[in-house]
T-cell receptor
Framework: DAGVIQSPRHEVTEMGQEVTLRCKPI?????LFWYRQTMMRGLELLIY????????DSGMPEDRFSAKMPNASFSTLKIQPSEPRDSAVYFC??????????????FGEGSRLTVL | SQQGEEDPQALSIQEGENATMNCSYK?????LQWYRQNSGRGLVHLIL?????REKHSGRLRVTLDTSKKSSSLLITASRAADTASYFC????????????FGRGTSLIVHP
């Protein structure tokens, strides 16, 4: 398996534009996570899915952020409209279930977003 | 809110020395995990230790867990320049959802 695949790796956009980040998890994993990493706040969980269903989106900063998982092999994180404070590295990760808890997370290489 | 916090924030050592990083957390956990992140890359899983375990080894890595003190340590023995990276601990989110929550990490620099 190629691992978790994210695109684009880098995105530079202007304030107010729509941004869509994409993720392909590892086949067979039933959990998918979106994290955001900044120097100020570290690694924050935005939302996670279990079997394609959003379970907890309490980490999503505001209504400008939305995430979908239409099938087991694809997820998107959308920001509309984007703002400079959204500049960060966005990571997608996938995992399989354990009897108690979640197994190790497999991370993609991240999408570095810069909003001017 | 973040559950785990790593200490120190930064660590600089010479190749061949041991590196020890600590993680403290606030509430009871089920699992604690350690990850490594090289500059500009995604996080890579190192070790998972369960709440009923006290110590685990993987190659040059040794992880301990003290649930009474709500703390864990990651020891890298005989460090190499290639170990230069940030190291994160991840604990279950408060409330028992088992979802990993990450600390801010320890930045390790190993000088050749």
């Amino acid at each position: 398996d190629a691992g978790v695949i994210q695109s684009p790796r880098h995105e530079v956009t202007e304030m107010g534009q729509e941004v869509t980040l994409r993720c392909k998890p590892i086949s067979g994993h039933d959990y998918l996570f979106w994290y955001r990493q900044t120097m100020m706040r570290g690694l924050e969980l935005l939302i996670y899915f279990n079997n394609n269903v959003p379970i907890d989106d309490s980490g999503m900063p505001e209504d400008r952020f939305s995430a979908k998982m239409p099938n087991a092999s694809f997820s998107t994180l959308k920001i509309q409209p984007s703002e400079p404070r959204d500049s960060a590295v966005y990571f997608c990760a996938s995992s399989f279930s354990l009897v108690a808890g979640v197994g190790e997370l497999f991370f993609g290489e991240g999408s570095r977003l810069t909003v001017l | 809110s973040q559950q785990g916090e790593e200490d120190p924030q930064a660590l600089s050592i010479q190749e061949g020395e041991n590196a020890t990083m600590n993680c403290s957390y606030k509430t009871s956990i089920n699992n604690l995990q350690w990850y490594r992140q090289n500059s500009g890359r995604g996080l890579v899983h190192l070790i998972l230790i369960r709440s009923n375990e006290r110590e685990k080894h993987s190659g040059r890595l040794r992880v301990t867990l003290d649930t009474s003190k709500k703390s864990s340590s990651l020891l890298i023995t005989a460090s190499r320049a290639a170990d230069t990276a940030s190291y994160f601990c991840a604990t279950d989110r408060p409330g028992g959802s088992y979802i990993p929550t990450f600390g801010r990490g320890t930045s390790l620099i190993v000088h050749p």
